[in-house]
C-alpha cells in the first residue's frame, strides 16, 4: 500500500483525535493506531508531521470550544430575564473565577459577574484609586496590576478585563472593532509577477510576567507563543525521556501550568490561555517573514532607483 499523503493523514487525524482518551494515549501509540487504520503501513517517515498535526488539531479543537463558550455565554447575558425566575442566570450566574480574583476579592472561588464588580468597586473606593482629575479612570494599586496586568484601565473597559477571571476566562480583547475594507491590490515585481506574501498572521496577545519569563517576549500571537514555549522545553530537556507526551515542569514553566509538576503535550495548551491577557491590534507584533519582505522591497528600491540613474 502506498504512503498516505500529507492531505490524507490530516483528514484520518483529525478523526481519531476524537475517538481517543489524549492524557492516556502516548504519541507512540497514536501513530500505531493511525497505522492500524491505514492497514498497518509503516508510519515512521512520517511521525514528525503526525505529531506537529496532532498539536495544531488540539489547539484548533480548544479555539472552537472556547468560542463557543464565548457565544453561549454572551447570548446567555443578552437573553432577557423571565419574570419570577429561580437561582439567578446570565450576569447573575455562580461561575468559577481565578485563583488571583479570589485572593484580591477574598470572597471565594465562585461568584456572580455582578458580585465581582460591586466587589472591585468596593475595593476602588476602600483604597481611592479613581483618578481625582478623571473619575472614570482607575489607578491600580500593586494588588490589582498583579491579577489584571495593567496599571490603569477605565470603568468602562474594567468590565472586558474581568471576563479575563471568570469562567470560560475569555482573554482580554481592547481592539477596536473596523470596517471591513477593500482588498488591496496585491504590489508586482519587475516581471509582472505577483510577490509572495505571507497571509495574516494572528492578532497577537499582551502576555502574563510568567508567560513572559518563559518565551522571552510580552507581546505574542497564540502560535508563536506555542513555538515558543516548545523551544524552551526542548532547550531545558523538560521531556520526559521515558514519555515522550510528558513535560516535566521546572520553576519557571510550573508558574504557566498552574503550579503543575508534568503536565501531557496534549493538555498543556489549555494552561496558557489565562495568560493570554489582553488581545492587541496586529499593528504591535511583526512577524519575521515580513520584516525580510520588507528589507527586500527597500532592497528592491534601491536598485531600480540606481538602475534609473545609470540608464539617465
Known amino acids: 500500500m502506498a504512503e498516505p499523503t500529507n492531505a490524507e493523514l490530516t483528514k484520518l487525524i483529525k478523526q481519531l483525535v476524537h475517538k481517543v482518551d489524549l492524557d492516556e494515549t502516548s504519541p507512540k501509540k497514536f501513530i500505531a493506531l493511525l497505522s492500524k487504520e491505514l492497514g498497518g503501513i509503516d508510519l515512521t517517515r512520517k511521525k514528525k508531521f503526525i505529531k506537529e498535526t496532532v498539536r495544531k488539531v488540539i489547539e484548533s479543537i480548544q479555539d472552537e470550544e472556547e468560542s463557543s463558550e464565548e457565544e453561549a455565554q454572551s447570548e446567555e447575558e443578552e437573553e432577557p430575564k423571565p419574570r419570577k425566575r429561580k437561582g439567578g442566570g446570565g450576569l447573575a450566574a455562580v461561575k468559577e473565577i481565578s485563583r488571583a480574583l479570589a485572593n484580591l476579592l477574598g470572597k471565594g472561588k465562585e461568584m456572580a459577574r455582578t458580585e465581582v464588580v460591586k466587589e472591585l468597586w468596593n475595593y476602588i473606593r476602600e483604597h481611592e484609586l479613581q483618578d481625582p482629575t478623571d473619575k472614570r479612570k482607575i489607578n491600580l494599586d500593586e494588588n490589582m496590576q498583579e491579577v489584571f496586568g495593567t496599571e490603569t484601565f477605565t470603568m468602562f473597559s474594567m468590565n472586558k478585563y474581568v471576563s479575563a477571571h471568570i469562567h470560560p476566562f475569555k482573554p482580554v480583547d481592547l481592539t477596536p472593532k473596523e470596517p471591513k475594507k477593500r482588498k488591496a491590490k496585491q504590489k508586482k515585481g519587475k516581471n509582472g509577477d505577483k510577490k509572495a506574501r505571507k497571509s495574516g498572521t494572528q492578532a497577537p496577545y499582551q502576555l502574563s510576567p510568567e508567560l513572559t519569563r518563559v518565551v522571552g517576549k510580552g507581546i505574542l500571537p497564540r502560535p508563536q507563543v506555542t513555538q515558543a514555549l516548545w523551544a524552551y522545553i526542548r532547550e531545558n530537556s523538560l521531556q520526559n525521556p521515558e514519555d515522550k507526551r510528558e513535560i516535566l515542569c521546572d520553576t519557571k514553566l510550573k508558574a504557566v501550568m498552574g503550579g503543575k509538576n508534568k503536565v501531557t503535550m496534549f493538555t498543556m495548551n489549555k494552561y496558557i490561555t489565562p495568560h493570554m491577557l489582553e488581545k492587541l ?32
Open 281 to 312: 491590534d496586529k499593528s504591535y507584533y511583526t512577524h519575521p517573514d515580513e520584516k525580510e519582505n520588507a528589507k527586500s522591497d527597500e532592497s528592491e528600491t534601491d536598485s531600480e532607483a540606481e538602475q534609473s540613474d545609470d540608464e539617465e
